[in-house]
């Protein structure tokens, strides 16, 4: 099995930065707009984007949550999943909310988010940050609107986000496997 870095631990330091800085741009001081990110993996870039916005402007302007969406997936159904813990404590109702996760792949993940945001109100605009695209194997008409890369890749390969003390891993990084 062949391995391919696709971003380094200072790559992913710039890339975050940037979605940071495309957010902000976007949506200038976050006043009418909602953080969220997606349970399991995709925590870790949110986390990161909103600790780079929170240096930027005051973190009482913004409003960031945790959402999972185990039970709301339509392709893991037949399987027992434990579900991790949904933190948000805010109305989504006429909000921008910005959907934050660390691969865009098929779309199954971000269809079932768009399901499960609904139960904390109906969001005026709804967009989605993530870290890598990929942009082939679409089996959803989803994009994201913030993007760290696009990549091309097969659909038997495997692209792996490792967060330094997650899994062993000794720094962040983005690999293709396969």
């Known amino acids: 099995m062949s391995t391919q870095s696709i971003l380094s631990n200072n ?14 741009e976007n949506h200038i001081n976050l006043e009418n707009t ?3 990110g997606l349970q399991p993996r995709g925590i870790f870039v949110s986390d990161k984007i ?21 039970f709301y997936r339509d392709d893991v159904r037949n399987e027992l999943h434990i579900a991790n813990k949904t933190e948000i404590n805010f109305s ?24 499960a ?21 679409r ?16 659909f038997s390969q495997k692209v792996k986000v490792l967060w330094e003390g997650q899994n062993n891993a000794v720094s962040d990084g983005v690999i293709l496997e396969g």
């Open 34 to 36: 909602v953080l969220i």
């Open 11 to 24: 790559q992913i330091k710039l890339s975050l930065k940037r979605l940071a800085h495309q957010i902000l």
């Open 92 to 115: 989504l109702e006429n909000k921008n909310v910005i959907l934050i996760d660390d691969v865009l792949w098929t779309g199954r993940t971000i269809r079932a988010a768009l399901d």
């Open 139 to 154: 089996e959803l008409p989803i994009q994201a609107d913030y993007v760290g890369r696009t990549i091309d890749s097969y």
């Open 117 to 137: 945001i609904i139960d904390f109100g109906r969001p005026k605009k709804v967009e989605l940050c993530v870290l890598i695209d990929r942009r082939f194997n």
């Open 50 to 70: 909103v600790e780079e916005i929170g240096s930027l402007i005051s973190r009482d302007q913004i409003k960031y949550g945790k959402l999972d969406i185990t």
